[in-house]
């Protein structure tokens, strides 16, 4: 089927907007993660589920990053009143079972965002 | 602390030579590693896990806790490994810690 999917590709947003980025995992995968890349480096992870529970949250850099998956399936990365340092490429990723290290993780293409 | 170190962005070698890309954690505790790869254009992807030992495309890594390294390696590099490497470590924590990448181009 297909992988996992992520909307909108491109964002592009006003200092100080609010904006919300949508990962559609791979059906049946359990574990869903969301990394932070900002430019020339390494993805941070920023929040990780197991189904509909967020059991970390200890990358989110600020109390302006948010994120949901109320079904266990869809999740939604929210960042309030966006800042410069926000631009970054988003990654969400999907795995089968189990936690970080278990089971391979499936990456999405990103969602790039500047925000000027 | 928990980090992952890619000393070199860029590595460039020509069709046929070996590569060998470094990668050295600091972890307390029993280390899970992983090498990521990424071709241009396309989505970050596993290419191997240090449980597995095995080799995929021709590259291996081996665990060295000695050194703190999981240096990836294969003998003689193809332009189709052209790609940005990332290497990985899953802590206890249950996060995943990347390192900043090397950029790999096979020079024909």
């Known amino acids: 089927g297909a992988g996992v999917s992520q909307s909108p590709r491109y964002k592009v947003a006003k200092r100080g907007q609010d904006v919300a980025l949508r990962c559609d995992p791979i059906s049946g995968h359990v574990s869903l993660f969301w990394y932070q890349q900002a430019l020339g480096q390494g993805p941070e992870f920023l929040t990780y589920?197991?189904?509909?529970?967020?059991?970390?949250k200890s990358g989110l850099p600020s109390d302006r990053f948010f994120a949901e998956r109320p079904e266990g399936s869809v999740s939604t990365l929210k960042i309030q009143r966006t800042q410069q340092e926000d631009s970054a490429v988003y990654l969400c990723a999907s795995s089968f079972l189990g936690g970080v290290g278990s089971y391979e993780q499936y990456f999405g293409p990103g969602t790039r965002l500047t925000v000027t | 602390a928990q980090r992952v170190t890619q000393p070199e962005k860029l590595l460039s070698v020509f069709k046929g030579a070996p590569v060998e890309l470094k990668c050295n954690y600091s972890y307390s505790g029993s280390p899970e590693l992983f090498w990521y790869v990424q071709y241009s254009r396309q989505r970050l992807q596993l290419l191997l896990r240090h449980i597995s030992r095995e080799s995929i495309k021709g590259f291996t890594a081996d665990l060295n806790k000695g050194e703190t390294s999981f240096h990836l390696k294969k003998p003689f590099a193809q332009e189709e490994d052209s790609a940005m490497y990332y290497c990985?470590?899953?802590?206890?924590?249950?996060?995943?810690?990347f390192g900043a990448g090397t950029r790999l181009t096979v020079k024909p």
């Open positions: 589920f197991q189904n509909e529970a967020q059991l970390d």
């Open positions: 990985a470590l899953h802590t206890n924590n249950n996060d995943m810690r």
